[in-house]
DNA sequence: CGATTCGTTCAAAGATAAATGAACGTGGGA
DNA sequence: TCCCACGTTCATTTATCTTTGAACGAATCG
């Protein structure tokens, strides 16, 4: 599927020229469809692709400029994609912009990322299974489907810290 | 349809008057919740939930009638939820309509759900990285970078298969 | 057979989520 | 100090997903 259309490039002060090459296209492509899969803005998925197959940090305008999105889109992926510790921000001496890479460990990302989703999850459950034991019977089959949930919840605690291990 | 009652009430045939106990709600409200975070339709989380707090299989009918959903979403989430192994249709004797129960064996939920989410995302990626291979030089950032996102894909499949062991 | 029940499909409506861009606060440099 | 580069926020627009309900085919009933 066709998709980049090339534009008269932006005026870029310094930062990067703001062109992709054809391989870079294809990397921004693949985390694009990575992010539809986890169903994750698209934005997440170009800004995570470029930084990824970027030898050098990147500047927030060059990122915009790059990648032809608004500024909005641009601060709001990087903060969620920071809160999933799988971007940072590199020093540059001398620059007072702020600096973008990619975290490129597996490990790193996937418990990046559960952290911030499953595991505030599991806590919420917890406290909604207690909600859901006062308001059904202590003996019947209701009661019988809240240990069950109970024994999930169980489970998801035991197993989440294992999965980071797996990837190690 | 004329009003008049033509059927003894042993079992329940009717199509309105269908009633939540504040346990069975409770159930359903978890499953909603659960089906926001895993960013599934909120049908799916209904339907699920009531299975799930149902002692007896459920009607088509029952399960339209008891969430006041339409025909068409029930008939969408009840397809999705069997693809997943989530929900079974059971035979009752001398009745032509399906019967549905929900599966509630957590390795089976979610082998399931990984075998038909994460499994062809997973062989879908094999073939997108040899196509950027193609477009990518043999050497330099991109080339790492693209044996990178070949490691990442082969501890994938080493992975996934272990997840329901975990979960045994 | 024809009538009825069962469940599916799909175009359209409705609901949600993402992207945009103007307005804004902050802080650095002259 | 004032000015401007930097990045964020948020109301609005735009895109996408979900739900609905009428129309439909298949299977069973009378």
Sequence with gaps: MPAGVRRPAAKTRNSVGAELSAGETEFIDFFVALARALRAPK????????LFASSEPRTFEGIVATLRISRGSASQGLRLLRTFGAVRV?????????????ETELRKLVTGFLSETALPQLEASAGRLDRIAERVPTKGVLHDRLQK????ERVGRQV???VGKLLG
């Design 149 to 152: 949930l109970r024994s999930w």
């Design 43 to 50: 934005s997440l998925g170009e800004i995570y692709g470029l």
């Design 90 to 102: 590199v020093y540059v001496a001398g620059d007072r912009r702020d600096h973008f890479v990619a």
């Design 160 to 162: 989440l810290p294992l």
